[in-house]
């Protein structure tokens, strides 16, 4: 009865293939439950997940690594680590007049390494999003190691200690931020006084400074971000004009600026430059959301085609998305696809709870000219 005892491994190492993936699907299931209820928590305007979420001391290594800040800043900073650690990650959003929420839309588990995808979104069309790098404590537990934001253009624990560098910035410190190496001590002293005006917000002596400086200074990539954050502080319209200049020829398609250029040129109706670079934000977080696709739509409008190809791609990447439907309804409407456009209609009332009925489609001025249509009234006629 040999074959018997064969048969019965045979079939016990087929349960072990069959059960293996399944469980751990099931297992990444349980962390991104875990990692939502997280960003959930910050929803509910409460950091306490999120902080215990992050391994104190393992932190605290990465920002203090390879930079030498001032003894008193980093006692000061580990006693107020807490309060810190929250001030910091809620400054870094943009401003907006509603609450900022975010939603997971990537979450990838394999072993003790993860990644999860959050998009943060605020008023008026603005969005952050991280990129989280996390892991698995000794019970088992998710842990948030380190994020990219690309809101701010960094990594988190990175740019902590560039600005406890520049709390308190010395010559040896300040050197050793910079990737040209051979500066002369006059160079440095001023490198020290432009970062003192960065730590005081200070654009005005910033400049000063700044335009003392060589091209090659010039193009460091802590002065470069520098030098637009300061730009937007002063609210200098030369001066963002020549930040931006410097960030898109030092830094050709670096994803991590993509958000503020997208910001810039919108403001400047730039809307071609401000597609292609959501298209570099999307390469860099490697992943196409209903967000961004649905604001390219918004800056496509003028190319009725581009404009419904983009909403098109928003609803498929991410159906559960409101926004989505609103741009495949004004892209169709704006395209004269009114038939397309009940689509969108029945989506948004289906969904998400709206009634479009004339009078509400005649206060939208982009919408209205669907209330007398044909196609409209025959959907309208069908549902009731």
Same mark, same amino acid.
């Given at each position: 009865?040999?074959?018997?005892?064969?048969?019965?491994?045979?079939?016990?190492?087929?349960?072990?293939?069959?059960?293996?993936?399944?469980?751990?699907?099931?297992?990444?299931?349980?962390?991104?439950?875990?990692?939502?209820?997280?960003?959930?928590?910050?929803?509910?305007?409460?950091?306490?997940?999120?902080?215990?979420?992050?391994?104190?001391?393992?932190?605290?290594?990465?920002?203090?690594?390879?930079?030498?800040?001032?003894?008193?800043?980093?006692?000061?900073?580990?006693?107020?680590?807490?309060?810190?650690?929250?001030?910091?990650?809620?400054?870094?959003? @943009?401003?907006? =007049?509603?609450?900022?929420?975010?939603?997971?839309?990537?979450?990838?588990?394999? #072993?003790?390494?993860?990644?999860?995808?959050?998009?943060?979104?605020?008023? #008026?069309?603005?969005?952050?999003?991280?990129?989280?790098?996390?892991?698995?404590?000794?019970?088992?537990?998710?842990?948030?190691?380190?994020?990219?934001?690309?809101?701010?253009?960094?990594?988190?624990?990175?740019?902590?200690?560039?600005?406890?560098? !520049?709390?308190?910035?010395?010559? @040896?410190?300040?050197?050793? !931020?910079? !990737?040209?190496?051979?500066?002369?001590?006059?160079?440095?002293?001023?490198?020290?006084?432009?970062?003192?005006?960065?730590?005081?917000?200070?654009?005005?002596?910033?400049?000063?400074?700044?335009?003392?400086?060589?091209?090659?200074?010039?193009?460091?990539?802590?002065?470069?971000?520098?030098?637009?954050?300061?730009?937007?502080?002063?609210?200098?319209?030369?001066?963002?004009?020549?930040?931006?200049?410097?960030?898109?020829?030092?830094?050709?398609?670096?994803?991590?600026?993509?958000?503020?250029?997208?910001?810039?040129?919108?403001?400047?109706?730039?809307?071609?430059?401000?597609?292609?670079?959501?298209?570099?934000?999307?390469?860099?977080?490697?992943?196409?959301?209903?967000?961004?696709?649905?604001? =390219?739509?918004?800056?496509?409008?003028?190319?009725?085609?581009?404009?419904?190809?983009?909403?098109?791609?928003?609803?498929?990447?991410?159906?559960?998305?409101?926004?989505?439907?609103?741009?495949?309804?004004?892209?169709?409407?704006?395209? #004269?696809?009114?038939?397309?456009?009940?689509?969108?209609?029945?989506?948004?009332?289906?969904?998400?709870?709206?009634?479009?009925?004339?009078?509400?489609?005649?206060?939208?001025?982009?919408?209205?000219?669907?209330?007398?249509?044909?196609?409209?009234?025959?959907?309208?006629?069908?549902?009731?």
């Amino acid at each position: 009865m040999r074959w018997v005892s064969t048969l019965a491994a045979a079939a016990a190492f087929i349960v072990i293939l069959w059960s293996a993936p399944a469980s751990a699907d099931v297992e990444t299931d349980k962390l991104r439950a875990e990692f939502e209820g997280i960003v959930q928590g910050l929803n509910e305007d409460s950091f306490e997940k999120f902080r215990r979420a992050i391994v104190q001391k393992d932190m605290l290594a990465r920002i203090f690594a390879d930079q030498l800040i001032n003894t008193e800043v980093k006692k000061s900073f580990t006693s107020s680590y807490s309060r810190s650690l929250e001030q910091m990650f809620v400054s870094s959003f @943009p401003k907006s =007049k509603k609450e900022i929420l975010g939603t997971v839309i990537d979450f990838q588990f394999q #072993g003790n390494e993860g990644r999860a995808v959050v998009r943060y979104a605020a008023s #008026g069309y603005r969005y952050s999003y991280h990129v989280y790098e996390l892991g698995r404590d000794s019970k088992g537990r998710l842990v948030i190691r380190d994020w990219i934001d690309y809101y701010q253009g960094g990594r988190f624990s990175d740019d902590a200690g560039e600005a406890l560098v !520049m709390a308190m910035p010395s010559r @040896p410190a300040s050197r050793k !931020m910079l !990737m040209n190496k051979n500066l002369s001590d006059g160079d440095v002293f001023q490198i020290v006084e432009l970062f003192k005006a960065v730590r005081d917000s200070k654009p005005v002596r910033f400049f000063q400074i700044y335009d003392e400086l060589d091209q090659a200074l010039l193009e460091e990539k802590v002065i470069v971000r520098a030098s637009f954050a300061l730009a937007l502080i002063a609210r200098d319209k030369a001066r963002i004009r020549n930040a931006v200049r410097m960030l898109v020829e030092t830094y050709p398609n670096d994803p991590l600026y993509s958000l503020r250029l997208v910001e810039y040129y919108i403001s400047t109706r730039q809307y071609q430059e401000a597609i292609d670079a959501l298209v570099v934000l999307q390469d860099g977080i490697g992943i196409k959301d209903g967000a961004t696709e649905s604001l =390219k739509a918004a800056l496509a409008m003028g190319n009725t085609g581009d404009a419904e190809q983009f909403a098109v791609q928003a609803t498929v990447v991410e159906p559960s998305l409101e926004l989505g439907w609103w741009s495949l309804l004004r892209a169709r409407t704006r395209d #004269g696809n009114y038939s397309g456009a009940t689509e969108a209609l029945a989506r948004l009332e289906d969904d998400f709870g709206h009634t479009l009925d004339p009078e509400t489609l005649g206060r939208d001025r982009f919408l209205k000219v669907l209330a007398d249509k044909q196609e409209y009234l025959d959907w309208r006629a069908s549902g009731e």
